[in-house]
């Protein structure tokens, strides 16, 4: 199995194309065998797959700020950020959260569980790193139903005049 190869994201960047395809065909099915046990949210994470692959394929976690809304589609990010041998806890008593949570791992860059919240936190983290001079990327993943929330709409607009804003990626797993 790929998987068992994967401890960090730094494990995807060594993966080819085809190694790619098959791990995320490996994670779909682990999603599937711990969801079919414990519940969870399975279309959105299932929807995701690529995406989280992708974007830890590009960003360099935890460095860069990678923001799941709702967090409800994180649980191939919690795969691949080393917390596979404990996914069989997910939404157990003391196990693996079902949305992304800071305590959890230095990868999960908000604790989430609402909707529409990730566009002003990534905001914030611009705002805050532009201040500190520092220099990393922060990437909100909304989908369309978190998207139309209200939050959203003040962070988004003020995020697109800025120079340096945040990237958003829209999942749509329906
Ligand atoms: C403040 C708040 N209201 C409502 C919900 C219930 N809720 C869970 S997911 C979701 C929207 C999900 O839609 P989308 O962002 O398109 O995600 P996808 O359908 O791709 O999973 C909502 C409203 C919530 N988590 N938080």
Request: hydrophobic residues 35%; neutral net charge.
């Amino acid at each position: 199995m790929i998987l068992d190869k994967v401890n960090s994201p730094e494990d995807l960047k060594r993966l080819s194309l085809e190694e790619l395809l098959l791990l995320a065909e490996e994670i779909r099915s682990e999603i599937i065998r711990v969801t079919a046990q414990n519940g969870g949210h399975l279309a959105s994470s299932l929807g995701a797959v690529e995406l989280v692959l992708a974007l830890h394929r590009v960003f360099d976690s935890p460095r860069d700020r990678i923001l799941f809304d709702v967090g409800h589609q994180a649980y191939a990010h919690k795969l691949v950020t080393g917390r596979k041998d404990r996914f069989h806890t997910l939404r157990k008593e003391g196990g693996i959260s079902g949305f992304t949570k800071v305590s959890e791992s230095p990868h999960d860059a908000i604790t989430a569980g609402h909707a529409s919240t990730s566009l002003a936190n990534a905001l914030g983290m611009v705002l805050a790193r532009d201040l500190m001079g520092e220099d990393y990327h922060v990437v909100a993943v909304i989908g369309d139903g978190a998207l139309t929330g209200g939050w959203p709409s003040p962070p988004s607009t003020r995020s697109g005049s800025s120079k340096r804003g945040c990237s958003s990626s829209s999942t749509t797993t329906r």
